[in-house]
């Protein structure tokens, strides 16, 4: 094994300085105040999310609660699917596609078909008495604090607001401020688009509460009743007079300052993923407020910085100058016209892990969805909800590796729960044991098949799903996780696929009815564009991800050697890899002729990324894989936001730095809003947790049991520093590279055990202790 790292430096616990970058602004900013939802600038706590506008005559700032969703807990399972099953399988395997398609669209579908969105809480609306043009005009988001802040002058005084969202406290805070006493005068008023009403409840408290009324909720004979939610908004004036307006306002006149203390809450039980009618939003909501008691503006700032820092401040990302000078919009209009920021990219890197932080952790219950949880509408685009085919497992691709490992909690109680109707599901549908769900979701756990047989029939979401917990334990090294939540999980979705396999008419095991999603192929005798079909390539991949992970999961825990048998002969039946005609991964079981060559799904290339086994020990693959994306991006792959975003993963995998930076450059050139939100388009969150895994993928990769140091650096790079990185295994690490090669190391294990780094073609093991910290220096030249 080759030597290349020249001074290895053993520390038993000093945490080295670099890890922090002190005082290096991480901030979005603007000159002009948001002129629509998507020059908003958000903040978030898990729980609560608000969008500030920083507007200076009526502010706006709307609110979420990551709870408030149309529709309710039913059986989604259509009751003829088993019986119909064993035909609409037959057909599939005699490639009567179409005539299965119509036996499925009847007998498996979801009665209705669809899950219902997830909806906004509420506007708040602060009317600021100012008619007058303001001066020095700034707002900003910072993203080390998670405050937003905007600042302006009118007649000489300097008008400050700070919003941000609490986790430790669990409210949302408006504060508004001058520097000249009794300047502020405020108006504030609540309003939804539907389905709520507005009281003052005190002298100072708001009460906006409802139930949404949501026509295509089916009854399902119980004459059950839809989500009830409140929030409430009470506000505090220094000074000046507070009073109620036309029994539904607050008006402030003549104060200091004025701070608005917001929270909300539903009627959902995420436990019982079901409406708990015992529950009283408003007395949730205001009992949460009193618990809180007469709030210190400084001390529940003190606290929501302190805990935002502690995650924040975990990972540092550092391309050289910054750039923080000009505005944010400038920065991305000059990117979108061909010029390189890398200082954006690490704003893009950072603004991926807080809107994570802010759409899933605790106190929320739920993972973060289509729009995290930051959603104006009713009837959201996709309804905002869960889409199990790419978007939620993209959603938390950073979580490990960017060292917010809490921000998976969420997600992976949700896969837990979502076991109940799943084995219901995989029972009903498929009479098989074990859990499994389709191609969406919502909080309420829907499992069975939804929107439509050619974008839902998905049965190997179930397994996907799985990934996010499995990953979990390969970071942490948790055995009692593993024993007690992550292989439980694994093993009863690995013992679904067992059952749901049949054999085809050549004694393969395959998956049937399923599809690649969400791609057609041409239908060789129909000529007809088909999705229904057996064996997509992606499921293979799953299941082949899934029965390893399950195995190694068993072997750890030294149990079920029979069932690791099982699943071992079962992988020995399946449909092999193939490489198509046209030397790309064939993505189904025919080398069928692709509908749409540039189709924004690259199903087929799962065991590349996220998956493993396409890797450098695969090479005809590997370079098939390659041919793959090229043929893709050839015909105008890559369109959506998180398309894009997937193929930065992919190039980096190949370790191919130059197209992973070409694609992260295409991310913010033509997928990228002035407030730095993937847009699909529309807005659609998943691109930024997907552009920031593929920048840490990028840097650092640990899936093939190494640590692979700077795998896929651009020359775009040649100089910079990434600190607080997480490597499976249990290690943390930080990396200094300079004229395109790495120049410092610092490895610090929480579990021990070998680490063996890779770089630059060589490699190099080192034992390590837990606790102990590794530095290598100087100048890294493999001999
Ligand atoms: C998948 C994608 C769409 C969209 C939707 C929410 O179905 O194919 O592009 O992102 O999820």
């Not at 195995?551 to 048998?565: K, P």
Request: aromatic share 8%; net charge negative.
């Amino acid at each position: 094994m080759k030597r290349y790292l020249c001074c290895l430096i053993l520390l038993a616990c000093c945490r080295p300085a670099d890890a922090q970058d002190g005082l290096r602004p991480l901030r979005l900013w603007y000159q002009q105040p948001a002129t629509d939802w998507n020059e908003a600038l958000p903040v978030g706590n898990g729980r609560l999310g608000a969008m500030v506008f920083g507007k200076t005559d009526v502010e706006r700032v709307q609110i979420n609660e990551e709870s408030v969703w149309g529709g309710r807990s039913f059986d989604d399972n259509n009751p003829d699917a088993l019986t119909y099953l064993p035909q609409i399988r037959a057909l599939l395997l005699d490639d009567r596609n179409a005539e299965a398609y119509d036996l499925a669209t009847r007998h498996l579908l979801a009665t209705p078909p669809t899950v219902r969105s997830y909806q906004t809480l509420m506007d708040l609306h602060l009317d600021l008495w100012n008619d007058a043009a303001p001066a020095g005009y700034r707002r900003e988001l910072d993203l080390r604090t998670g405050i937003a802040r905007t600042e302006y002058t009118v007649g000489g005084v300097r008008y400050v607001r700070e919003v941000f969202a609490s986790a430790p406290d669990d409210v949302l805070i408006v504060r508004l401020a001058s520097d000249a006493p009794g300047t502020v005068n405020v108006t504030a008023r609540l309003s939804r688009p539907q389905d709520a009403r507005v009281e003052a409840r005190s002298h100072n408290a708001l009460v906006l509460s409802g139930q949404i009324v949501d026509a295509d909720t089916p009854r399902n004979g119980s004459g059950g009743a839809n989500m009830r939610f409140a929030g409430v908004v009470r506000a505090y004036a220094e000074g000046g007079a507070l009073q109620v307006l036309d029994g539904d306002k607050l008006q402030v006149a003549g104060a200091d300052a004025v701070l608005f203390v917001i929270t909300a809450a539903t009627d959902y039980d995420a436990a019982m993923l079901a409406l708990d009618p015992g529950k009283d939003p408003v007395a949730l909501a205001a009992g949460q407020l009193d618990r809180l008691g007469a709030p210190a503006f400084e001390r529940l700032k003190q606290r929501h910085v302190a805990d935002h820092r502690a995650l924040m401040d975990r990972v540092a990302f550092d391309l050289g100058t910054s750039n923080d000078a000009v505005p944010t919009d400038q920065r991305l209009a000059a990117v979108q016209e061909g010029t390189a920021d890398p200082d954006l990219v690490t704003l893009y890197f950072q603004l991926g892990r807080y809107l994570l932080m802010g759409s899933s952790r605790s106190p929320g219950v739920l993972p973060a969805n289509l729009q995290g949880l930051w959603n104006e509408h009713i009837d959201a685009p996709w309804g905002s909800d869960y889409h199990t085919n790419i978007n939620v497992q993209m959603n938390y691709w950073p979580a490990e590796v960017t060292n917010l490992a809490e921000t998976a909690q969420p997600l992976i109680r949700f896969v837990d729960r979502l076991r109940v109707p799943g084995r219901v599901t995989a029972q009903a549908m498929y009479g098989a044991s074990g859990w499994t769900m389709h191609h969406n979701t919502d909080l309420f756990g829907k499992t069975g098949l939804h929107d439509g047989i050619h974008w839902g029939t998905f049965p190997i979401a179930g397994p996907w799903m799985t990934f996010p917990v499995w990953r979990h334990y390969e970071y942490s090294g948790d055995r009692a996780y593993l024993r007690d939540v992550a292989y439980p999980i694994l093993k009863e979705s690995a013992a679904f696929v067992l059952d749901f396999l049949i054999e085809d008419r050549s004694g393969r095991l395959v998956t049937a009815p399923s599809y690649s999603p969400e791609n057609a192929f041409v239908h060789p005798r129909t000529g007809e564009p088909t999705q229904l079909t057996y064996a997509p390539t992606m499921d293979i991949q799953i299941i082949a991800e899934l029965f390893a992970q399950t195995t190694r999961a068993a072997q750890i825990l030294g149990v079920d050697a029979a069932f690791r048998d099982t699943l071992a002969a079962t992988l020995q039946r399946l449909p092999p890899a193939r490489i198509g005609r046209d030397g790309t991964i064939q993505e189904w079981i025919e080398d069928y002729e692709e509908a749409e060559p540039g189709h924004r799904h690259m199903s087929h290339l799962f065991s590349l990324h996220p998956g493993a086994h396409i890797n450098p020990g695969t090479p005809a693959l590997f370079e098939a894989a390659r041919k793959t994306i090229e043929r893709r991006l050839a015909h105008g792959g890559g369109h959506t936001g998180w398309s894009r975003a997937w193929i930065i993963n992919f190039f980096a995998r190949l370790r191919d730095g130059e197209q992973a930076y070409e694609n992260v450059q295409a991310l913010l050139q033509k997928s990228t809003l002035t407030n730095l939100f993937d847009t699909h388009p529309p807005f659609q969150i998943d691109g930024n947790f997907g552009g920031t895994a593929g920048l840490a993928e990028m840097l650092l990769q640990s899936h093939l049991g190494t640590m692979d140091l700077l795998p896929a650096l651009p020359a775009a790079w040649p100089a910079g520093r990434i600190t607080g990185l997480r490597a499976r295994g249990g290690f943390e690490v930080d990396q200094t590279w300079e004229g395109e090669a790495l120049t410092r190391v610092v490895i610090r294990s929480t579990l021990g055990g070998p680490c063996t780094l890779r770089y630059n073609g060589t490699e190099q093991t080192v034992e390590t202790e837990p606790g102990g910290v590794y530095v290598f220096d100087g100048r890294l030249q493999p001999e």
